[in-house]
């Protein structure tokens, strides 16, 4: 299994500045940075829409710095349980572990 790269934020936004300021075609410059000419394209777009804010962080984060309510998204999300296959005594399990403040939240919504 091969590991994947990681390319630092500055090799980005220098991958990119390239990109845009040389007379080069895509494929030349991709295959001169060692990277595909897909990436190049991919972290262009995330500069246009977030521009400074671009390249934070390092991805997902790992399972223990989850917020246990995203954790429990993701497991919902893996597992494919939708609200119809919610069991009643799951949904009380669910609402018991819940802070009051956002039981009254969710039932606001409905």
């Known amino acids: 299994m091969t590991k994947r790269t990681r390319y630092s ?5 220098q991958a990119v500045e390239l990109l845009e300021n040389r007379d ?3 494929t030349d410059l991709a295959r001169e940075l060692g990277i595909r000419q897909n ?3 991919k972290w262009r777009e995330e500069i ?3 521009g400074d804010a671009a390249f ?3 991805g997902r984060p790992r399972k223990d710095q989850m917020s246990e309510l995203s954790r429990l998204k993701q497991e919902n999300k893996n ?3 939708g609200v119809g296959q919610v069991s009643g005594s799951d949904l009380h399990n669910c609402l018991m ?3 009051s403040i956002l039981i009254i939240l969710c039932f606001q919504r409905l």
Do not use: I
């Not at 934020?9 to 936004?13: L, P, S």
């Open 39 to 41: 990436q190049l394209y």
């Open 97 to 99: 572990s819940l802070p």
């Open 79 to 81: 597992e494919g349980v």
């Open 24 to 26: 080069q075609p895509v």
């Open 9 to 13: 934020a500055e090799f980005k936004r």
């Open 48 to 50: 246009k829409r977030k």
């Open 56 to 58: 934070k962080g390092s």
